[in-house]
């Protein structure tokens, strides 16, 4: 099970899908977006569509079936995309608690 408290802090509930059935070859339903975020580097994935930015960086935009090596840019051509990507992206940060880089205590 997966605690509800550490050292007196609350955990937020475990989120996400189990990769099991994927380890045992089987198929699963795929997550709609897949989210992360790393000392202020940023990126969601839908499908094969990934918005990504590095630290201070702006948006960038990339069809992974179509450009694997993330060599060509397309955030202009897919306005809308772009807005649903930012938006989901910005709603899981602040439902986990992602806190501006460098994190100053």
Do not use: C
Not at 54 to 60: A, F, N, V, Y
């Amino acid at each position: 099970t997966y605690p509800e408290e550490f050292n007196g802090h609350q955990i937020k509930p475990m989120q996400g899908k189990s990769l099991l059935p994927i380890f045992k070859g089987k198929n699963r339903k795929p997550h709609k977006y897949i989210y992360w975020e790393h000392e202020s580097n940023k990126a969601i994935r839908k499908g094969d569509w990934k918005l990504v930015a590095e630290h201070d960086r702006s948006w960038e935009l990339y069809n992974l079936g179509e450009d694997p090596t993330e060599t060509n840019n397309i955030i202009g051509e897919h306005p809308a995309l772009v807005k649903e990507l930012k938006t989901a992206w910005q709603q899981w940060a602040d439902s986990v608690g992602v806190r501006p880089w460098p994190i100053e205590e």
